[in-house]
């Protein structure tokens, strides 16, 4: 999604939640084992700055929505990146999970707070986790 703020073009990839898991660890994901998964984790690595090995306990899903909020600022040469967790869950299910990476990204969060993480892929990468309520849930 695609977004203005002032004068500049905002690249924002939401994860919406309730109460299912982030997908595998990266250590899960990994242990299917394959070249391209080494060389994928390797090219997320790269583009969020971060040095291998990563800890097999962050969740891969939370690497990937990253990096394609970075990917899709690049392709419409927006300066800025937001990965958004839009969460219903009233007990911040898995929030410890986005605390740990964004940890790794070297940062501390907050629910319902946007935090600079910096120049990540040539972009300023922000996180953010946002409480939604669960009335407007369609269950």
Same mark, same amino acid.
């Given at each position: ?126 996180? /953010?986790?946002? /409480? ?8």
């Amino acid at each position: 999604m695609l977004a203005r703020a002032g004068p500049d073009l905002v690249s924002i990839a939401v994860e919406g939640k309730v109460e299912e898991l982030f997908g595998p660890t990266v250590g899960e994901w990994l242990a299917e084992g394959s070249k391209g998964k080494d060389k994928r984790l390797t090219f997320l690595c790269d583009l969020l700055g971060l040095q291998q090995p990563v800890p097999g306990l962050i969740r891969y899903q939370l690497f990937h929505r990253t990096a394609s909020a970075i990917i899709e600022a690049r392709r419409f040469c927006a300066p800025h990146a937001i990965m958004l967790v839009h969460s219903f869950s009233q007990t911040h299910e898995w929030f410890t999970d986005y605390v740990a990476f964004a940890r790794l990204l070297g940062v501390e969060v907050e629910v319902d707070r946007l935090v600079t993480v910096g120049q990540r892929g040539g972009v300023e990468l922000h996180l /953010c986790w946002v /409480c939604g309520d669960e009335q407007y849930l369609d269950r």
